[in-house]
């Protein structure tokens, strides 16, 4: 009990704390609600300018949301200058981290993406969405021994995942090792039976 009093106090010292009086509060939910409203309308400058007047530097939710707001806007520098001050804020959430690599990513920065991806499973090595999205990365560089690391874990973690298992059962075939691709493709029918990709694989084992 002391272990997770102690653990509980470390985060809340961690945490950036904006100190606002009532009235300023009661504003800025107000701007946050009507940001989600006009993003859910597609009006997604109004969104990220309802917040923008209230915008305090210091502000993880602010950085966070403001972060997302310009990336659906396309505004990917402005994006990625947001969720870096998000990371700066919260070094240690995962959150801005998979925030950030969206406009990386919309901006060819693989390079960015992959360390974020890196630092992210640094904090938290089962976070099967990044596991997920490293395999990606790497089968679309032809890497498949690194892609399949990475697929393994995900599928040793949650056994009928239908995409990882179908990725693994494409990364095993690319390998050469088509009995494991066989083997997983079959699986991978057994979630999604019409599934187009499965049937290919199985059909290109002999």
């Known amino acids: 009990m002391i272990m997770r009093k102690l653990a509980l106090i470390t985060v809340f010292a961690l945490m ?3 100190l606002v009086n009532s009235q300023d509060f009661a504003k800025l939910t107000t701007a946050f609600s009507e940001s989600y409203s006009k993003e859910k309308s597609g ?8 917040l923008k007047a209230y915008y305090d530097a210091n502000s993880y939710e602010l950085n ?3 972060g997302w707001l310009t990336y659906l806007q396309g505004q990917f520098a402005e994006s990625l200058g947001y969720y870096n001050k ?6 240690y959430a995962i959150e801005p981290r998979l925030g950030v690599v ?13 360390n974020h991806y890196n630092k992210i499973l640094a904090i938290d090595p089962n976070n099967t969405v990044t596991l997920y999205r490293l395999g990606l990365i790497y089968y679309d560089r032809k890497n498949y021994k690194q892609a399949s690391q990475y697929f393994e874990k ?12 179908l990725m ?3 990364t095993s075939f690319r390998l050469g090792k088509t009995r494991e691709a066989k083997v997983l493709f079959s699986k991978a029918l057994l ?8 049937k290919e694989g199985l059909s290109l084992i002999k």
Do not use: C, H
């Open 168 to 170: 693994l059962g494409w």
């Open 43 to 50: 009006k997604y400058t109004e969104a990220a300018s309802a």
């Open 102 to 114: 969206l406009p990386a990513s919309a901006l060819g920065n693989w390079e960015v993406v992959i």
């Open 154 to 165: 995900v599928v040793n973690l949650y056994p009928f995942d239908y995409q990882s298992i």
């Open 191 to 198: 979630y999604y039976p019409e599934d187009a990709s499965t």
């Open 16 to 18: 950036p704390v904006l």
């Open 64 to 66: 966070l949301r403001l």
């Open 86 to 91: 998000a990371i700066d804020l919260m070094p």
